[in-house]
């Protein structure tokens, strides 16, 4: 069952379930009109996207906008990323079956199960306690027991699961933390909203080199997101 977290065949999304799941159309719908009409492609990414109930990773009160074509507030501050910008940073990973992948920012825990469904391994930090402990309650209750919540401060990233065939931070900050680049395996990616608070930032995607240590670098596309908050000396100016 995809809800484990088994990565989905490619290109299916699989048979509508037995006794109707009225939020089974309306990720449908969400995937063609707001994430295929934009150019996501990847047969894994989509089909995840069809397969995680996004409406339960949402307060109850805005399960009616799950699949709106837009963040929603998830408490302390903090939001549940718009759907498409969900699957456009996934595809970016560029991760399958296999896979360890890191999130830095777990927030209500939605974009955790969508890479458990496309990798075989998460691993996912953040700082604020209930939002980590909601959204942990949240996956196991769907069974994504490949997912591990950790509390912490993801500047560090988390080295006793290091190297990760793929890092996705979803806050953003000035610049990408040192820890990160060196947990990431070579040839992999980094994604991670870059820019200042409050500014509209740049969607980078990071790509260590095979051979040496350097990096590749590019820009996705504009965002705003909630930032990269941190009490590390090391991030200082
Ligand atoms: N991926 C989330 C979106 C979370 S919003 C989802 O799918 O719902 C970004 C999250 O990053 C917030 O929950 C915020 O508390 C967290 N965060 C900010 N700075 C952090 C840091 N240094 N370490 C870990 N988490 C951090």
Redesign the pocket.
């Known amino acids: 069952m995809s809800g484990q977290g088994v990565p989905p065949a490619q290109g299916d999304d699989g048979p509508r379930p037995a006794g109707g799941d009225p939020a089974w159309a309306r990720r449908r719908a969400m995937v063609a009109e707001q994430i295929e009409r934009r150019g996501v492609r990847d047969p894994a990414v989509l089909a995840a996207m069809r397969t995680v109930p996004r409406h339960l990773?949402v307060p109850p009160a805005l399960a009616g906008q799950a699949y709106d074509d837009r963040p929603l507030a998830?408490g302390?501050d903090?939001?549940?990323?718009q759907p498409y910008v969900?699957a456009a940073m996934t595809e970016a990973l560029a991760v399958g079956a296999g896979d360890r992948v890191l999130?830095?920012?777990?927030?209500?825990?939605?974009?955790?199960a969508v890479l458990a469904e496309v990798a075989s391994e998460v691993h996912t930090?953040?700082?604020?306690p209930e939002?980590a402990a909601s959204?942990a309650e949240h996956l196991a209750r769907l069974r994504y027991d490949r997912v591990h919540v950790h509390v912490?401060?993801?500047?560090l990233g988390w080295s006793p699961a290091a190297p990760y065939d793929g890092i996705v931070v979803?806050?953003g900050g000035p610049r990408v933390p040192p820890a990160l680049e060196a947990q990431l395996a070579p040839g992999r990616r980094l994604v991670m909203p870059v820019g200042g608070e409050g500014e509209v930032m740049e969607l980078r995607v990071r790509e260590r080199h095979l051979h040496d240590d350097g990096f590749d670098e590019w820009s996705l596309m504009p965002v705003r997101?909630?930032?990269?908050?941190?009490d590390e000396p090391s991030a200082g100016p």
Do not use: K, M, N
């Open positions: 990773f998830i302390h903090q939001t549940i990323s969900v999130e830095i920012g777990t927030g209500s825990g939605y974009q955790a930090i953040e700082r604020v939002l959204a912490g401060d993801g500047w979803t806050c997101f909630v930032p990269f908050v941190t």
